[in-house]
């Protein structure tokens, strides 16, 4: 017969004060990365070439008029900065998904093809279809779902492997660049500029009617990937030990993936492909909360305020006016080479 000791006290209040410590400090990073995104989304409506006080902005955001600030404000402002969080939360809550999913920080929708699908299309209905507008954003939708359809395909092999999925991901991507490429190689001028500025990433221009479409995709799979937040837990540690605790792992990776790739297609359909946000936002999160818990709102709320801030710098830091994917862009490359090298130094693979 075998006797189990069960853990001294001081083990068991140890565990508790240290599982309370961790819950403490996600709710305090949680409330103040929220607290940064209404200052940055505030700060967004109040500068420009005219800067409007506080005052002036709530008395716009509420219908009122004032003179001036109606048009520049409610008009240009507002939808580009509410673009921008919905931009935003979708690419972040995106991409942690399939780096909790697969396991692996290289497991972005930036570095998997997701979002090279997507622009490959877009590019093409630009120039060889003289396509515009929603036609545009639904092809770069479609495209999305169809590169995440024929990548789950490919790497299904009595289950989905990550790194194969990966790697499979990778290869899309570069044929997708190459499409890409080629595209832009055959492009007018205007057709050239207008896919240039569709595949770099901008919030130039926003209207309602783009954001609107990426907000109710927002509403409507958000809750999707929060209500799988324990079974996204359950598969870092593994697809055996995830089915040993009851996790049906293919069902939860397939609708996981639906959601992820249909939340990034709207957003990027709505303001392109803002490179790197998905791949940046799972990472800091996990640096800032720490290592337990679903980073998946905490990772949303880094994005937002990650496309919120480079939109700024785009616009008023750089003595010149720059798309936020440019700026983005900055910022990701060197931490995807660091990364590279990382986990090339200390002998792992991807």
């Known amino acids: 017969m075998t006797v189990v000791v069960p853990p001294p006290a001081a083990t068991v209040d140890a565990v508790a004060r240290n599982r309370v410590r961790r819950a403490g400090r996600r709710r305090a990073v949680i409330t103040v990365l929220a607290v940064l995104v209404v200052v940055a989304f505030a700060a967004s409506l109040m500068i420009g070439r005219t800067f409007y006080p506080p005052g002036d902005v709530v008395r716009v955001v509420l219908g009122q008029e004032v003179q001036g600030a109606t048009f520049t404000v409610g008009r240009l402002r507002l939808p580009r900065a509410v673009l921008a969080v919905v931009a935003g939360l979708s ?11 697969l396991r692996n920080a290289l497991a972005s929708p930036d570095v998997i093809g997701v979002t090279s699908g997507a622009g490959a299309a877009a590019a093409f209905a630009i120039v060889f279809l ?10 770069a939708i479609v495209a999305a779902l169809a590169v995440a359809l024929l990548m789950y395909a490919l790497a299904f092999t009595d289950g989905v492997v990550g790194t ?9 991507a570069a044929m997708a660049r190459s499409i890409t490429s080629w595209v832009l190689s055959e492009a007018g001028a205007w057709d050239f500029a207008e896919a240039l ?7 130039n221009g926003s209207t309602w009617e783009a954001t609107v479409p990426a907000l109710v995709a927002l509403v409507v799979l958000a809750p999707v990937l929060l209500v799988l937040t324990r079974q996204l837990g359950a598969l870092q540690l593994g697809d055996d030990t995830a089915s040993a605790l009851g996790i049906r792992v293919d069902r939860t990776r397939v609708v996981a993936i639906v959601a992820a790739v249909g939340l990034l297609a709207f957003a990027t359909a709505a303001c392109g492909p803002i490179a790197f946000v998905s791949f940046l936002a799972g990472p800091i999160a996990a640096r800032i909360v720490g290592p337990n818990g679903s980073l998946l709102i905490p990772a949303a709320l880094v994005g937002a305020l990650l496309v919120l801030l480079a939109d700024l710098v785009g616009q008023f830091a750089l003595g010149t006016r720059f798309p936020v994917g440019v700026v983005t862009g900055v910022l990701g490359a060197p931490y995807l080479i660091y990364l590279i090298v990382r986990t090339n130094r200390a002998g792992g693979s991807l």
Do not use: E
Request: hydrophobic content about 50%.
């Open 197 to 203: 500025r569709w595949l770099t990433g901008s919030l």
């Open 91 to 101: 690419f972040g809550l995106a991409g942690v998904t399939f780096q909790t999913m």
């Open 164 to 172: 194969r999925l990966i790697l499979i991901g990778i290869g899309i």
């Open 130 to 139: 003289g396509w515009s507008g929603t036609a545009v954003s639904v092809t």
